[in-house]
């Protein structure tokens, strides 16, 4: 089992900044992907940003400039910093791991969420 543990979510004003940090902990052989989703009130989980092998990474367009991930591999963490924040930006906030585990099967894990919330 992988488990994923999200944090630093928080209420903060519009232009403000946060860091979300998560961790993936367990039997893990290898993590091909980590990456942030986000969920608001009435609508779908939606990617926010994701590293692949840390190398390759994805933006959704609305984060772009403003959002950077960065991901240390030996930790198996990767961090989401979030800059000029706007109150669309408000939702809970997930990690999310894939791999391989130790016993050789793929693993698709999912943090528990963490809430941002931006006032305007």
């Known amino acids: 089992q992988v488990q994923v543990v999200e944090s630093g979510g928080d209420l903060v004003q519009a232009g403000g900044s946060l860091r979300l940090s998560c961790a993936a902990s367990?039997?893990?052989?290898?993590?091909?992907?980590m990456g942030w989703y986000r969920q608001a009130p009435g609508k779908q989980r939606e990617l926010v940003a994701r590293?692949?092998?840390?190398?390759?990474?994805n933006y959704a367009d609305s984060v772009k400039g403003r959002f950077t991930i960065s991901r240390d591999n030996a930790k198996n963490t990767v961090d989401l910093q979030m800059n000029a924040l706007k109150p669309e930006d408000t939702a809970v906030y997930y990690c999310?791991?894939?791999?391989?585990?130790?016993?050789?099967?793929?693993?698709?894990?999912w943090g528990r969420g963490t809430q941002v919330t931006v006032s305007s």
């Open positions: 367990g039997r893990i052989f290898s993590i091909n992907t």
């Open positions: 999310n791991a894939v791999g391989m585990s130790t016993r050789f099967s793929a693993f698709d894990s």
């Open positions: 590293l692949t092998n840390g190398r390759s990474t």
